[in-house]
């Protein structure tokens, strides 16, 4: 049995430009998926995804096939899209290995669809699990690689490497097409994350920029001033200049939600924590609902985001300097 882990992420500054080549700053955070691996007697793989939850079932399912017992009657287009991410993960292994089965167990403290970065933490440490136990040890930038693969294929060919890269690397990574690179003196930044309960699908996100972007040429121009933005906050980031990556980070979410991927909700907790003295706030990831990062090294922001209608949970992240690591083997 091997017990891998992996962390989720917030964006600094960058989503979304970030597919188009733009570059992109994001730091690991302290909520980790962990994936179990143990090999079987049998050529067959089975998943059991607890927190995966369809119409209040969880998932298991092998070989393709959902479970019977699992007594899921929804349409399977449903459960292969949640299923997705997962079933590309262990096509990554069996490239790798000349696999006979595994089991592969996920349970994970990163929000599905939220912006914190799910997707590639899960895939990352399922990629490293199943190696690891059929005897291969990969190192974490083929790990970024493959789970990059994986992103790419499920988001239909739009994706980024960011996420990805800083699931496996941990730290504070910057990320501009195929470069991608840890941030030396990855800074301790004050996170205070708001979510709102609710999840956005990444590829349909994705794609509405893509449109916009073909459509208006200030759309265009507006992707390529957020990657502006996280240029200028590079020199905030060195400087550990909070005020400043805070302004980076409120005009970085006022072109999110020019682009169409904030939401009632995502604008309500960013203007609660700006009101509460927040250096800045924006939202995380793809958007259309899930949660946004703040930085406030006061506990008013999280006090404001609690009376916040449409806030469900809010927490302190802080910046995880482990990138995927194995548990137990
Ligand atoms: N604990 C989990 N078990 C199985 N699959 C998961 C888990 N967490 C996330 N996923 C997969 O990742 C998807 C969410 O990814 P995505 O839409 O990119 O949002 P994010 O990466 O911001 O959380 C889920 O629909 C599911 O396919
Ligand atoms: C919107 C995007 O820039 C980030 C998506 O992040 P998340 O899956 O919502 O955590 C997409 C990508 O970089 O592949
Ligand atoms: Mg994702």
Known sequence: MTVSSAPGKVYLLGEH???YGEPAMLCAIDRRATVTATARDDDRIRVQARDLTIDGFSVEYGDGVVDESTDIDVPHPL??????YVDGAVEQVKEVVDTTGFTITIESEIPLGAG?????????????????????ELTPEEIAQRA??????????QASRADTFCSAMGKAVRVEGDDCRPIEESPELPFVIGFDGGAGDTGTLVA?????????????DTVETIGNIVRTGERAITTEDQQELGRLMNFNHGLLSALGVSSRSLDAMVWAARDAGAFGAKLTGAGGGGCIVALDPTPDTATALQYTPGCEETFRAELDH????????
């Open 79 to 84: 459960i292969e899209a949640a299923v997705g």
């Open 148 to 157: 990059y693969r994986v992103e790419y294929d499920v988001q239909d060919g």
């Open 116 to 136: 914190l970065g799910s997707s590639a933490a899960v895939v990352v440490a399922a990629i490293d699990a199943a190696t690891r136990e059929m005897g291969v």
């Open 208 to 220: 509405g920029v893509r449109s916009l972007k073909e459509e208006y040429e200030f759309a265009a």
């Open 322 to 329: 482990d990138g995927v690591r194995v548990e137990s083997e």
């Open 17 to 19: 430009a970030v597919v």
